[in-house]
């Protein structure tokens, strides 16, 4: 199948940053992924969902599951799966650095809310980002925002880690980025091995981040206890 499809120069897109081929970290799409609008969507996968629900069984004429195909619908291509449409990346507002501040900023304990891309079942954890700015800083809101920006697709922690670093990367102009995080798979808590203790933590440490030193003290940022 995927022999067929047509795949897109991934550099016409570059810009709007999907498209795998020549850059693992991007999430693999088809080339035909925005023909369909939004609402074409909804509207097929609607039926899909409905022909699941039907298919196990229950009864879609009953007033609280008739609605379901289509809530499910809306929320995967507006929610949780609304990161896969590159028009809702967010613009990430840079500014110089004026006060030349040149440590380490981190942004931690930012939530995770994603998916995860082999059971469709949710992720949930904590990303902790960090930075050292070469002239340019990014508005604080924007970590947050890009963390859920790529966490709103199907997902494996590892590919999530390395997009959120790359984006910012690429918006501050240095490799001096880092990205950890820790975080809960229901695929693995609540279905399957059913551990409901274990977490899973990833990191990706650019440039200056791969000196342990600046590791550490990242590290001993986010253990810091917020008391405020
Ligand atoms: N590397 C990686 N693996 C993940 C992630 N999320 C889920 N997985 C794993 O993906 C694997 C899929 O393995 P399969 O053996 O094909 O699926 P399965 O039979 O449902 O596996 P079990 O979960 O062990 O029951 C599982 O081991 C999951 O724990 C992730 O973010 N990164
Ligand atoms: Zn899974």
Same mark, same amino acid.
């Given at each position: 199948? #995927? @022999?067929?499809?047509?795949?897109?120069?991934?550099?016409?897109?570059?810009?709007?940053? =999907?498209?795998?081929?020549?850059?693992? !970290?991007?999430?693999?799409?088809?080339? =035909?992924?925005?023909?369909? #609008?939004?609402?074409?969507?909804?509207?097929?996968? @609607?039926?899909?969902?409905?022909?699941?629900?039907?298919?196990?069984?229950?009864?879609?004429?009953?007033?609280?599951?008739?609605?379901?195909?289509?809530?499910?619908?809306?929320?995967?291509?507006?929610?949780?799966?609304?990161?896969?449409?590159?028009?809702?990346?967010?613009?990430?507002?840079?500014?110089?650095?004026?006060?030349?501040?040149? $440590?380490? %900023?981190?942004?931690?304990?930012?939530?995770?809310? #994603? !998916?995860? $891309?082999?059971? %469709?079942?949710?992720?949930?954890?904590?990303?902790?980002?960090?930075?050292?700015?070469?002239?340019?800083?990014?508005?604080? #809101?924007?970590?947050?925002?890009?963390?859920?920006?790529?966490?709103?697709?199907? @997902?494996?922690?590892? +590919?999530? !880690? +390395? @997009?959120?670093?790359?984006?910012?990367?690429?918006?501050?102009? !240095? $490799?001096?980025?880092?990205?950890?995080?820790?975080?809960?798979?229901?695929?693995?808590?609540?279905?399957?091995?059913? =551990?409901?203790?274990?977490?899973?933590?990833?990191? $990706?440490?650019?440039?200056?981040?791969?000196?342990?030193?600046?590791?550490?003290?990242? +590290? =001993?940022?986010?253990?810091?206890?917020?008391?405020?």
């Amino acid at each position: 199948m #995927s @022999q067929e499809i047509d795949i897109m120069n991934y550099e016409e897109i570059d810009d709007i940053g =999907d498209n795998h081929i020549g850059d693992v !970290t991007k999430t693999p799409m088809r080339a =035909d992924a925005f023909e369909l #609008s939004d609402a074409e969507k909804i509207e097929k996968i @609607q039926k899909n969902v409905k022909e699941i629900m039907e298919t196990l069984g229950l009864d879609l004429t009953d007033d609280s599951l008739q609605g379901t195909p289509r809530r499910v619908a809306k929320a995967y291509v507006k929610e949780l799966f609304g990161g896969l449409n590159p028009e809702t990346k967010p613009k990430l507002s840079t500014f110089n650095n004026s006060y030349q501040y040149g $440590e380490m %900023l981190v942004e931690k304990n930012i939530v995770v809310y #994603s !998916t995860c $891309e082999h059971h %469709l079942l949710p992720i949930i954890g904590r990303a902790h980002v960090a930075y050292i700015s070469k002239g340019t800083v990014v508005g604080l #809101s924007k970590m947050n925002r890009i963390v859920d920006h790529f966490a709103k697709r199907p @997902q494996v922690q590892e +590919r999530l !880690t +390395r @997009q959120v670093v790359k984006a910012l990367q690429e918006a501050l102009g !240095t $490799e001096d980025v880092a990205c950890i995080i820790d975080a809960k798979h229901l695929c693995v808590n609540s279905r399957g091995v059913k =551990d409901i203790e274990s977490s899973t933590v990833t990191a $990706e440490f650019g440039g200056a981040f791969k000196n342990v030193d600046k590791q550490k003290e990242f +590290r =001993d940022y986010i253990k810091l206890e917020t008391k405020f």
